[in-house]
């Protein structure tokens, strides 16, 4: 009996060691190259995941606490510099987010607390000279545009800004022929083909919403300064190489599904 009990204590040793030991798991590329190494404690993400270019040169390292991303996020081009850098906590942006021109030079910065942007934006041009700043939170505060000569163009409030350009919503290029709906494809995955689902079932329907509400939208994200639900940089990515006319297109579109 006292064998059996012994046994039972000594297989318990042994399980819970096996899923508190910190270990190591690699990954390789066909040539030879470490492709990932991802380091692990108690079954879960804890400490820097690195993924690597097929060359050796590293990708990207993402910390980790007990599975979730809590610290820093860093992407890097191939050439070895730094292309975006984040930081997290428990698993949402927190903190300072930076973007980075392959020149070395920042491009965009945004501060985040909890997942959502906190703080006005700045983006710049190559030449490090800022391109614009933009308020967050509230449109009454003061929009700042600039030229590549560091020479400002526009200051005024954020949502008088965002209604001068909405004035000519209607006025699209006769260049473009397209009615909206092949730039629609991309947001049928997240909204749904007729736009009446919340995205990631956290965004409002935008099915019917009015074309110049939807609009603004669309400015606000291409500035990267809206993020209500944590899909900022999501919605940004997809509006980011849409020009003005296409968002109108698409704004249209949209307020008539």
Known sequence: MKKIVWFI??????IFA?????????????????????????????????????NGNIMSETEYKNGKIDGFGRIYLINGRIERERSYMNDKLNGVNKIYFKNGNLSFQAYYSDGKITKEVRAFFENGKLKYKAPVSNDEEIFEMYNNNGTLVVKMPFGKYLD????????????????????????????????????????????????????KKFIKYQLGAKDETGNGSLMTGQVAMLTDDQLKQLALYISQL
């Open 164 to 215: 001068e350009k909405a004035k000519n919503l209607n006025k699209i290029s006769k260049n473009i022929e397209s009615t909206g709906e092949e730039y629609f494809a991309p947001c049928s995955a997240c909204h749904g083909a007729d736009g009446g689902f919340p995205a990631l079932g956290k965004s409002k329907i935008i099915a019917g919403q009015p074309a110049d509400v939807i609009y």
């Open 9 to 14: 204590v000594l297989m318990s040793m042994v």
């Open 18 to 54: 096996s899923t508190t030991t910190a270990k190591v798991i690699k990954e390789y590329y066909e040539n030879g190259n470490i492709k990932k190494s991802t380091s692990y404690r108690f079954n879960q993400k804890n400490g820097v995941e690195k993924e690597y270019y097929l």
